[in-house]
């Protein structure tokens, strides 16, 4: 087994990510992005996770009801203004 698949942290065999939980797959891009600053300050760091695990949701669920607002918002757990809020913030409307 090479050394790009091993886990840099305890020399296991790194997880495929699709055995990760989204949970995982967070906290691991999250400490990418601690490692890619080098030691470099970070900030607005909550808002920015945010809008980058937002959009995404938002676009996948809008595809999954087939653009269908109402569905959409009843999936999320937002009421419709919110969510017609959300998709024009991120350019999804």
């Not at 300050?41 to 999954?64: C, G, R």
């Not at 937002?78 to 999804?92: A, E, I, P, V």
């Amino acid at each position: 087994m090479d050394q790009q698949s091993m886990d840099k942290n305890n020399n296991k065999p790194a997880a495929d990510v699709s055995d990760l939980t989204l949970k995982e797959c967070v906290r691991t891009a999250i400490d990418q992005f601690f490692e890619l600053l080098d030691g470099q300050p970070a900030s607005d760091l909550y808002d920015m996770v945010l809008s980058e695990v937002e959009a995404p949701l938002l676009e996948v669920v809008m595809k999954h009801t087939r653009d269908n607002q109402s569905k959409a918002s009843e999936v999320l757990g937002l009421n419709r203004g919110t969510l017609r809020k959300k998709l024009k913030q991120y350019d999804l409307l």
